[in-house]
């Protein structure tokens, strides 16, 4: 395992005329986020400047790390929400100190990270089905959309889970701002116009630009309209957050364990896909080191959680991003504007921003995610909805951890049930297939042969051995040779070597011998190890199916 950054690699063979496309797609990048990052920071309970100062620091450390030259690094309305949700009843009362529990909360997911990737202990995302993050998204989709709708009508939002959000906006419809109302509606129109006739740009830009010259003109203030306000213009002073005891830190935990599990599935999202388009590798684990740079530089910048952004990442594709450098650009970009004009997003009025989030939103609702699901499995289109349901009934927090058990039962499950058949040979051929699926792989006479696809474990056992009883008593003919095809058989634990020495006795009863066929190399030490084939004899490695039926056809004529 390499333990150089990736950065000297790349950067020694860049080529200049890839700077043209860097510049652009970094400036693209940054338009994109510059809006994106304020809305987020509403949904955390912060104010703008903490969504856009941890997009510039970790923007400015999360290039020399990452190995995928087109992620793009930034808060995310997942993990915002999942931080404005479970913060704000721990914080003792206003954003001072909010900030310090978001920023705690991002060393903390630092440290978490790098023991991770130390540990390396990264393949645990993979635990994460794919049934779980469609229904998770979906979820968090819904319960985004309710924080929102409030704002976009005028009026003021509630805080709790998404029963208590859902009821709050029903029970204040008749408490709709009117001018309110339709400055929210008419930028939502306008970022859906804008999709539609300008896809893959970054339409938030000139939305929240006319959201301005509104506010300058028409002084919304004066006319019911919220706006953002309070935008503190100077840079933070890097350090450590203070005023917190060890008591605060035990309660941050289950949250930057969430957030870490949160971040690390969006980040292997965002760069499986653009892998699979760019036809590379996608090195999973490495992206921790750069996810713990990020997290740490945001933390001591009185920022909150970062991770992979899907749209961000590809915005930053769509425009043209040649290596990482593009995310440094969008960085230095976002805070040279931050700091010199930022000041006059005071006046953007709060409908816009919430239109800005929602329109974001949208990305997370695809119906084709939900059909595929439906036409490949129902138990996986069920386990999508148990995923969704957490997360509306129980909370982002609590969701995400319901998510992760999901994608272990559901693992557990198809480890507990292994495909097993029977076997017979291909017409014309010394191979053999599945009979039960294709009848005209033909039976041996006297001869079961039995397959199990997968490990062999205390778990499956018992379905394996009930499995194999039913099939051998459907041939209704006199056996004498009964095959064992462990080809696909990965591991065996003393539980699956306790089945085969009880099937071996019981077949001898019924004057049956019992053989093993193609055992790779780590089943054959298992059973090496446990002592069965000091007992019962050698099992011998690339022993095909033919081979066994040969060496026994041998044996019996002897």
Known sequence: MSRQPPWPSWLRAYKLPWLRADLIAGFTLAAYMIPASIGD??????????GLYSCVFAGLVFWLFTTSRLTAVTVTSAISLLVGSSLAPLAGGGPAPLGELAAATALMVAVITAIIRLSRAGGIVNFISEPVLVGFKLGVGIFLATTQLPKLCGFAGSHGDFPAQAAHFAGHLGSVHPLSAAIGLTALLLLFAGRRFFPHKPLALPVVILGLLSGFFIDPGQLGVHTLGGFHQALPALGVPTGLGWADLRALLP????????????????????ARKHAVEFKGPRQFVALAAANLAVGLAHGYPVSGGMSQSLVNEEGGARTPLSGLIAALFILVLTVTSAASLRSLPLPVLAAVVIFAITGL????DLKRLWRFSRAEFAVAMIALLGVLVSGILPGVFIGSIMSLLLLLHRSAIPHSTELGRIPGSIYFADHLRNPENARIPGVFIFRVDGALLYFNVDYVRERFFELLDQRGEPLELVILHFGSVTAVDLAAVDLLVHLRHTLLRRHVHLRIAEAHTAVRIALQRSGFVNRYGPVDADLTVEAVLERWKLERES
């Open 255 to 274: 949250l930057a364990a969430a957030c870490v599990l949160l971040g690390t599935v969006e980040t292997t999202a965002v760069g499986r896909v653009l």
């Open 365 to 368: 609702f695809e119906s084709g």
């Open 41 to 50: 920071a509403s949904l955390a309970g912060l104010p703008p400047q903490a």
